[in-house]
């Protein structure tokens, strides 16, 4: 019975990491926030960048951190220059000057505005609070992306006051994701 229980946990996980990551909008992690506090990752891209592209298919399809996503954070997906609306600590965010014609480059939502997003891709972190923790812009590898995932989900950055300090926990830090 016990085989079969673990044998039934692992092929679930599996098919969890197989799925990919449990994108939601930001409103829906906002709102499941509310029930079981995590941190929320968003991926601010647009759909014209390459890099984003590349952190799509290399990055976010890597099981480790499909699965280290999908258990420790709300995980965002948030078209940077798109037209959705969206409520975010009573305030709404649109994108008043959104050209539907446009194939490329757009005006820049109002939400990308408050985050400050000003490269893509841009990725976002905030605590379980909703607050701003930081921006993290540009393209990373899945262990890139795991130092800086595993740092904010176990508060460590907020003990890490100078580039020094960061520097000393960036290589102590042990990787586990396969790349």
Known sequence: MKKILILTITLFS?????????WMSFEEAVKAQ?????????????????????LD?????????????????????FNAEGNDTVNFKDKTYTNPGFN???KGRNSVHE????????????????DEQTNFITPLTGYRTPNQLELYLKMFKSDDYKNLK???EFNTYSSNFKYEFKE
Not at 14 to 22: H, K, M, T
Not at 34 to 54: E, N, R, S
Not at 59 to 65: A, E, I, K, Q, Y
Request: hydrophobic content about 40%; some cysteine; glycine content about 4%.
């Open 14 to 22: 599996l098919s969890i990491s197989a799925q990919g990551i449990n």
């Open 34 to 54: 509310k029930i079981t506090p995590k941190k929320i990752f968003v991926d601010a891209y647009t759909i014209w960048c390459g890099p984003c592209k590349l």
């Open 57 to 77: 298919k290399n990055t976010f399809s890597n099981p480790d951190l499909v699965a280290y996503m999908n258990e420790n954070y709300y995980a965002v997906k």
């Open 100 to 102: 539907p014609e446009s």
């Open 111 to 126: 939400l990308a505005l408050f985050f400050g997003v000003r490269a893509y891709p841009t990725m976002l972190f905030l």
């Open 162 to 164: 100078t580039q020094e």
